[in-house]
């Protein structure tokens, strides 16, 4: 449990969590409009909670020294789900879901944006902002209360489902559980280095190989 503050701040801290996991979740999953909005509570919650209580920037992930190191150390994660998960859950949505490839393309209308330098920043700047939400906050502070291993599941099943688009139900299920599958693995990538740069050249990468393959290659 986190030491920071008393038993009953615990208390207020875990109470404070889960208020913002729910107004952030709720919104996002039953009214698609809300889904970008939502994301402000946390970043807000984050900025003032951190100003309050004096809280540090490497509390929330902020180690960019150490990026280099951390992603060699965990090189295989960073491949597993950047490329082989990529390939893997496109090779099944081609060849035996044709529909999962269709459902992908309406639930990001990133990928129609027609000019590189956009989609990439576009890319840059959404993936490190779930890291920033997800990891840095929400799981590194469910991990104070949880064991990590939870913390990682339960982030990872939010992650999941905030990325719902209505479709059959097969291909929601593929949808979401390879989505929750990339998030577990960018869970233990920062578990292990607390530091969500780490994470999010992970995610960051698996995006863009995933939007590539869909471009140019299905």
């Known amino acids: 449990m986190n030491n920071h503050i008393g038993s009953k701040g615990n208390e207020r801290l875990l109470f404070e969590i889960i208020v913002i996991i729910l107004l952030t979740f709720l919104p996002s999953f039953l009214f698609k409009t809300f889904k970008g909005l ?11 909670e951190k100003k309050k209580r004096n809280r540090t920037w490497g509390e929330l992930g902020f180690y960019p020294k150490n990026t280099i190191s951390d992603i060699k150390k965990n090189w295989f ?3 597993l789900v950047s490329v082989i998960i990529q390939l893997a859950v496109l090779f099944i949505g081609k060849y035996f879901v044709p529909e999962f ?4 393309k309406l639930r990001i209308p ?14 840059t700047i959404g993936t490190f ?39 059959a139900f097969l291909i929601v299920a593929l949808d979401i559980g390879a ?16 530091n969500i740069f780490a994470s999010w050249i992970a995610h960051y990468l698996a995006d863009i190989v995933g939007i590539i393959l869909i471009l140019f290659f299905i």
């Open 38 to 48: 939502a994301t402000i509570i946390p970043v807000l919650y984050i900025f003032i």
């Open 77 to 79: 994660l960073t491949i």
């Open 101 to 104: 490839i269709e459902h992908i």
């Open 110 to 123: 990133l990928i129609k944006i027609s000019t590189i330098v956009p989609l990439f920043i576009t890319v």
């Open 129 to 167: 902002g779930e890291e920033f939400i997800f990891r840095g906050f929400i799981q590194e502070r469910l991990s104070w209360f949880i064991k990590p291993s939870y913390a990682i599941i339960v982030t990872s099943l939010i992650f999941g489902f905030m990325h719902f688009y209505r479709g």
């Open 179 to 194: 989505i929750i599958i990339d998030s577990i693995i960018y869970g233990i990538i920062f578990n292990r280095t607390k």
